[in-house]
């Protein structure tokens, strides 16, 4: 059920001139991936102050990329662009720059913001299962979209909690509430539920920051299992957790992106000393 | 900002130093032993290599706990890593070194080759870039790190020629074959101490650099490659 967003009939952007490229230390991860989201000089306002400054960067497909950096350095506003969840916010817009996904500026008036977010899922930092039972919760999305027939969505369940590595603890109690599970539990049936709607792209907010070693243990397996399928985008202000999980880091601070490399090198050897400071705890 | 447990990295460093100084005045002291047939000399030597091996222990342990406990990253990493394999081959130069004050006991006794000239200035050049290699580690300078690495086959070429030198000198003087061989060791040790000053070397532009030069032509170039991030445009 892979949808698609209306292309834009103008022609894009001619491609920037391509910037200087340091050698790396190490080979880059999979140089071969392609960019799934582009994100090209994008400045964000909430109402009168900037947030996101000239942000620059490249989403590569089916990698894992953290975004990390001190409280209010932007990460979280640039992470909810993505999918703009910032439209509900009053005032909050993207004020210069494009972000594209497979080359279509998600911007543009005329992308359904459904149909985007049905691409871009989102699991937030704290685990918000619908009032329902695990059933309804994995089905809720997918019933909006129309589907009826019971076998199709009994097939989609299993699937997706397969996918979020919950379906041996849940299969027997699918109809009882979801909110009768542990908080690790509810969040990987938050997962579950995001990619019952089988998008390309799964954002996660801090998905670990409320829960105890054993379930984030679970939760960073799951990524690492989900990448093989999905685009995956985290915040966190875990070192180590974006050490283990992700392929690639950008550091951000006071809205600006400092650094973006493979994780290997932000945790070895970054350029920036700003990065240095941040990931060995020396900031400020 | 100031950690509570930075002083801890300050000392494992400050242990390193104190480390490679002893390790270059062991060997400072047994070619004195074998120059000046110092017996008392050559003995002391032997003695103090515990103090090395100790202090090779006191590192590991320190780095192994700041590990664990202090989750270090990016350049601290790279010193803990460092660290641990330079104090390594700090400890292989005081075994060096001892080997060669164990030779120059029993050389003492003997009557005197004229082979000996080529040791010192062989010692010296081993010396110099072990001496070299430390500061490395204090300024961080790649450069002076680079130049380490050259000077290596210089020492290795003295060893070869004293090894050719000393095999015509048995065949001549079938006599001092004992003696002859002892010196052959020894410039085998300084060699091997020259070579341990290379790897010293080479871990410190993985330190300032966080570049593997081991096993590479790299070493051998006056610049290092370009290193750091890059967009994955």
Known sequence: MVTTLTPMPEPVAPPAAPRPVAVAPVAPVNPAARAVIEIDDVDFHYGASKALHDITLNIMERQVTAFIGPSGCGKSTLLRCLNRMNDLIDGARVSAGQIRIDGVNINDPRVDVIELRKRVGMVFQKSNPFPKSIYENITYGLRIQGLKQKARLDEIVERSLRGAALWDEVKDRLHESALGLSGGQQQRICIARAIAVEPEIILMDEPCSALDPIATAKVEELIHGLKKQFTIVIVTHNMQQAARVSDRTAFFYLGKLIEYTDTRTIFMNPANPQTEAYVSGRFG | MKRFFDAELEAFRSHLLQMGERAIEQTRLAMKALADADIALADKVIASDDELDKLEVKIDDEAIRYMTLRGPV????????????????????????????????????????????????????????????????????????????????????????????????????????????????????????????????????????????????????????????????
């Open chain 2, 74 to 233: 990016a350049s601290e990493l790279r010193l803990i890593v460092v660290g641990m394999k330079a104090s390594h081959d700090l400890e292989r130069v005081g075994d060096e070194a001892t080997g060669i004050a164990r030779r120059s006991r029993k050389l003492a006794i003997e009557p005197r080759l004229e082979l000996y000239a080529d040791l010192p200035r062989m010692a010296n050049i081993a010396l110099e870039m072990l001496r070299d290699a430390l500061d490395c580690f204090v300024q961080e300078d790649e450069q002076k790190a680079l130049s380490v690495i050259r000077r290596d086959p210089e020492v290795d070429n003295i060893n070869r020629l004293l090894y050719r030198r000393l095999t015509s000198y048995m065949i001549e003087n079938p006599d001092t074959i004992a003696r002859a061989l002892e010196l052959m060791f020894i410039s085998k040790s300084l060699e091997r101490i020259a070579d341990h000053a290379t790897n010293i070397a080479e871990e410190m532009v993985f330190l300032s650099k966080g570049l593997d030069i081991r096993h590479s032509d790299i070493g051998k170039q006056t610049e290092l490659p370009t290193t750091g991030s890059h967009p994955p445009a």
